[in-house]
């Protein structure tokens, strides 16, 4: 039987939607608002969810200290309060959009968690902008 554990974080970021290799105004056309030069930020609220097999011996899918844990190490610690374009090595050559700061944050916990884990990021950008992501 497979269950799936949820743990909620957040986080506060700035960011830039922009292409280096296009002009102002294609950029400005493209994304608009998210363009600005001096960059704009966003209260990210992030859905982390594990699903596995339930422990025989715990009860547990997954302990959710170590979830939390991980997501204060892996995404808290290396997002919260930068800007992602500048600080954040890997938006170094990648457009920090919602739904390739999900695919980062997937990539990140997958490769601590144990493989017999399935795993599926929400990010809401918004209350209403989310995206999902579950290495798919």
Request: glycine share 4%.
């Amino acid at each position: 039987m497979k269950v799936t554990v949820h743990r909620r974080a957040h986080f506060n970021a700035a960011h830039r939607l922009y292409r280096p290799d296009w002009t102002f105004e294609k950029n400005e056309d493209i994304f608009g608002k998210c363009n600005n030069p001096n960059f704009h930020g966003h209260n990210y609220e992030l859905i982390a969810s594990v699903t596995g097999e339930i422990d025989p011996e715990t009860g547990y899918v997954i302990d959710v200290k170590i979830l939390k844990d991980l997501i204060k190490s892996e995404v808290e610690d290396a997002f919260d309060h930068k800007n992602l374009n500048v600080e954040v090595p890997e938006f170094k050559d990648l457009n920090p959009t919602a739904e390739n700061i999900a695919v980062i944050i997937y990539n990140k916990l997958k490769a601590k968690l144990e493989s017999k884990f399935q795993l599926e990021i929400t990010l809401y950008e918004t209350p209403r902008n989310f995206v999902t992501y579950s290495g798919k």
